[in-house]
């Protein structure tokens, strides 16, 4: 008998731009990554402008979190520059293949997201761009054709750049109703093909960043805090007109999940430790699978004299529109500490002590299964709606051998500790009900737009010079996951 429940969801997930390329095709309006250079671990990626006298420039920016572009500039694409998520690994024109392979593994559910600027180019034209709305209705077909369930997330990081420049983004009020419009046009387009819908990928990053980069002015908090409360706004007022749509819609946040731990004993460290969990990830939780603000929430706001501008009715429409479900992303843990430190590791959003009790990626990404039925029990017993891992992998260097094959053991290791994680965290009572891990195939890092960070179980032939045939391979933790899905999680060797 398998730890695991009998329906529980095996599967995958990806994100539009950094899988799909072709970004200029059939309509589509720009993104952040599309003006975004790509990086490394150690030196950033840039985004790309021509300034008010015609001259190419560039700064260091987090690509989707934005950055500020100079008096006058504008966001432009230069010839001189090699963009990552413009070719990305061509999903757009390959996604039978993929699907296909992503079929043979057994896939019952495969999470993707929908490129906003595929089906209204400036975020808020007159009329759909029918060629994005049929480029997803053919995916979500395809993907119906072998029994998998579409996990479609929303909002993966990728405002559309026109609503970014012309009314500055989520600082905006009306932002929440052109993405509720957006939102109104695919629930109605995919209503019998879609159950499953995220509504903002890690919606927390925006407060966690903050504190990757110090100390902050408080206007970085005021307009952090203001985008949410826009976004959360904007979340339940979708989850709202969804159930209206179709009663059968299940709704799931998304937030960036990471393990918290105390540096010491010393109380003043449990104390920062538990504020810390707070601030990164029960802020926004709270409001969306509790729908209203935390008790808290009034420390983190008076702490940088932040002021929300909050419309009436809103906190009505926040209660109304809580999630189904939680979803998370979980890659690692950090370390919190009100002592000196010497010996900082930073990844996936938060900056940290090094834990002496855990190995890290090449990328310095803390690996820590036990974090994650950490995170599993904890959250559960907060929220206790059914949850969903919708990321969870491990960035490597592959080594493509000369037969083409790849062993990429380290990947197997680092997915079947996760797994047991989960069965554990299932065994102590957590309702977990889907699994999808990050970057089924290679895709574009987020973080540093490097192809050479992998995360697939298919191998993708294309470098960081946006060199290679594209070609997918199967690595050994294809089969590897294949076996662990026919056995639902029991066969983990
Ligand atoms: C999550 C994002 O933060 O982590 C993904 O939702 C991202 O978009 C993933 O790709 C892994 O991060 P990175 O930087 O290694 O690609």
Redesign the pocket.
Known sequence: MSTFPKHFLWGGAI?AN?AEGAYNEDGRGLVQTDVTTGGTKNSPRFTTYIDKDGKPGKYASMGHMGGHLPEGAEYAVLDTEYYPNHKAVDFYHRYKEDIKLFAEMGYSVFRLSISWARIFPNGDDAEPNQAGLDFYRSVFEECRKYGIEPLVSIW??DTPLSLETRFDGWNNRRLVDFYVRYCEVIFKEYKDLVKYWLTF??INNTIMFLDMFGEQPDEAYQSAYQQLHHQFVASAKAVKLGRAINPDFMFGNMI?GITFYPGSSDPADILLNEHAWQQNIFYCGDVQAKGRYGSYAKRLWDAHNVTIQMEEGDLEVLAEGMVDMYTF?Y?MSTVITTHEVDDKVSG??SVGARNPYLTYSD?GWAQDPTGLQYYLEKIYDRYEVPLMVV?NGL?AFDTVEEDGSIHDDYRIDYHRAHIKAMADAIANGVDLIAYTT??CIDIV????GEMR?RYGFIYVDMDDEGKGTMERTPKASFHWYKKVIASNGEDLD
Do not use: I, P
């Open positions: 994100a950094q993966h990081f990928n890690e960036c992303s890659y996936n959003f990328w990321e960035g990050w970057g890092s987020a973080g540093t960070k």
